[in-house]
């Protein structure tokens, strides 16, 4: 339900298979129970890899307790209806460490599914983590992968992740039409890396595979949101929508048709060669954030929602100081910006020094403002371009002027 309330185009959602598909073995044919006791993550293991692509009966519920590997030419698929539980508890998904690595997070029990090789699809499944706070557990791991797919997928149940999906040095991921969503922590144990503690619904590249990149990426027609942390370290509450980590990340990326909401930040960019194009992106700090190197990036035809705290669009200057990690070459067009209910500005670049933002042609927006005495933007030269075709209006449809 809440899905098809947010959906953006929900004409492009498609529809799972009422019946098993052709190449599909049922998870049954290996030994899996499907009721949501027994332990399938064996039985489920095994069908990967000796049947690759698992059908998931209808309305069945099919527990796992450690990791399970999709590798090449593998997956799941159900008529929508089948659900895939991580389990909590002591001999569950239980990681307690803020690690990122096969100890920690990525481990067998920190990872609910390792999609690792070529051709892989996951789609039209339900996938539930028991919840269990103060625990560092990720859903979606893709590794190291090429031409993988995931679609009509459902994931809620997290507290503590760096990412429910992480997508790491691949190439060509589809992640489409897809709800991560109804997650949460009131955790207070802070770890000695604190870039652990938060909850993002789809991370990029927070930890490279032999430093590579990930390139041709897909997220469309998604709805990510109520993803809430008690805000108790310096970093406030820390939760994402959508972050790429990593400077100069995500050639031929392509973010569109999104909806986020009830986030701290929509959309965290660190990377390049990105387009961001006709999403709704509502944050109670900072709908856009682009920052740590962050450049040759479009942001067009959305909707960005500020929350009375947070900023619509902020480019802020390099941190630490580098001129590796300088914002440069950002065009922001036929954007709508809502900040009427915001306390500080709709849009802030920095300025002031040699490592502020440089190159942002900001042009052909619309920003609609509480009162025409608002300070809406603050975008100065030569860092930042303001066109004069940007379009400043009050409520009750008062022009303001740029």
Known sequence: M?????????????????????GFKDAEDFGAV??????DTHALQNGLDKGGRVWLKSKRVYRITSSLLLGNKSGFASDGSATLLMASGPDGFNN??????????????????????SDITLSDVFIVKLYEDDRYVIGLDIRESS????????????????????IRSSADVKIISSLI????????TVPADLNSFQLTGISVDDARI?????????????????????????????????????????????????FIWDVDEGLDLFGADIQVRGNQVGASGRALKLIHGANKIVVADNNFIAGPGGTAIGIYKANPPDKNRQVRDVLIEHNRLAVE??????????????FSPTNIIFRDNKLKVGNCKQSALHCVAPHCSLEKTNLVEAIGAVVCGN
């Open 2 to 22: 809440v899905f098809q309330q947010r959906v953006l185009n929900s004409k492009a959602v498609g529809s799972a298979p009422k019946v098993r598909p052709v």
């Open 34 to 39: 499907g009721d949501g006791v027994a332990d």
């Open 96 to 117: 307690s460490v803020a690690v990122r690595g096969d100890s920690g997070i990525f481990g067998r029990h920190g990872t609910g599914f390792r999609l690792q090789g």
């Open 147 to 166: 031409r993988v797919t995931v679609q009509r997928v459902r994931l809620r149940g997290f507290s503590l992740a760096p990412g429910i999906i992480t």
């Open 181 to 188: 969503h109804a997650s949460c922590t009131q955790s207070k």
């Open 210 to 258: 032999n430093g590579r990149e990930t390139t041709g990426l897909r997220l469309s027609n998604n709805v990510i949101g109520d993803l809430r942390m008690v805000p108790v370290t310096a970093r406030k509450e820390q939760s994402d929508g959508i972050n790429f980590n990593g400077s100069a990340t995500g050639k031929d990326a392509l973010i569109s048709g999104n």
């Open 341 to 354: 209910g915001v306390k500080s500005v709709g849009l802030r670049v920095d300025s002031g020094d040699e």
